[in-house]
T-cell receptor, first 109, second 114 residues
Framework: GIQVEQSPPDLILQEGANSTLRCNFS?????LQWFHQNPWGQLINLFY???GTKQNGRLSATTVATERYSLLYISSSQTTDSGVYFC???????????FGKGNQVVVIP | DSGVTQTPKHLITATGQRVTLRCSPR?????VYWYQQSLDQGLQFLIQ???????AKGNILERFSAQQFPDLHSELNLSSLELGDSALYFC?????????????FGPGTRLTVL
């Protein structure tokens, strides 16, 4: 099946810092989503972004489908940004999401 | 709030038992997906239903089964439970069964098997 690799696995940020999370995938995809899993376990949908660039407040994401990677940018990080960020993709032909192992982000005040 | 609801939030049971997890999709969504998040396997797709019919199967054990009812809610049945079945179970829903729909996830059911 499709492989999804996220880096870095762990990240500690000072509040106010910026960061970039990366997701590489091994095959062409029709669906790519970024999620934030908060400390209570909830999976919050951040972006649906199989290609192109989107922004939502302090978060933005870019997917370069031809090169099989996606980036999630966090600017001016806040403690509420702590948690695990997951990239999930669905290869052509179905909508079954395959998840990466996540980026564990800790923002310290 | 994604609009997807799951009950119960927490479930504690013993090995060998059977449990049922329930999911109600967002209003208007016809497709339901089940995922399992465990420490060993991470997040993995289990099964998809669309308008009452099974559409796709992933790494779902034979001890597990699911169905989607006419009112579009779905249930995931887990039987002969083992310690390794302890996990967070999510359901997600989409408007269609298509490949390009955003999946919205419910809050999950945390299952603990003792």
């Amino acid at each position: 099946g499709i492989q999804v690799e996220q880096s870095p696995p762990d990240l500690i940020l000072q509040e106010g810092a910026n960061s970039t999370l990366r997701c590489n995938f091994s095959d062409s995809v029709n669906n790519l989503q970024w999620f934030h899993q908060n400390p209570w376990g909830q999976l919050i949908n951040l972006f649906y972004i199989p290609s192109g660039t989107k922004q939502n407040g302090r978060l933005s994401a870019t997917t370069v489908a031809t090169e099989r990677y996606s980036l999630l940018y966090i600017s001016s990080s806040q403690t509420t940004d702590s948690g695990v960020y997951f990239c999930a993709v669905a290869p052509g032909g179905n909508n079954r999401l395959a998840f990466g192992k996540g980026n564990q982000v800790v923002v310290i005040p | 709030d994604s609009g997807v609801t799951q009950t119960p939030k927490h479930l504690i049971t013993a090995t060998g038992q059977r449990v049922t997890l329930r999911c109600s999709p967002r209003s208007g969504d016809l497709s339901v997906y089940w995922y399992q998040q465990s420490l060993d396997q991470g997040l993995q797709f289990l099964i998809q239903y669309y308008n009452g019919e099974e559409r796709a199967k992933g790494n779902i054990l034979e001890r597990f089964s699911a169905q989607q009812f006419p009112d579009l809610h779905s249930e995931l049945n887990l039987s002969s439970l083992e310690l390794g079945d302890s996990a967070l179970y999510f359901c997600a829903s989409t408007r269609t069964s298509g490949r390009t729909d955003t999946q919205y996830f419910g809050p999950g059911t945390r299952l603990t098997v003792l």
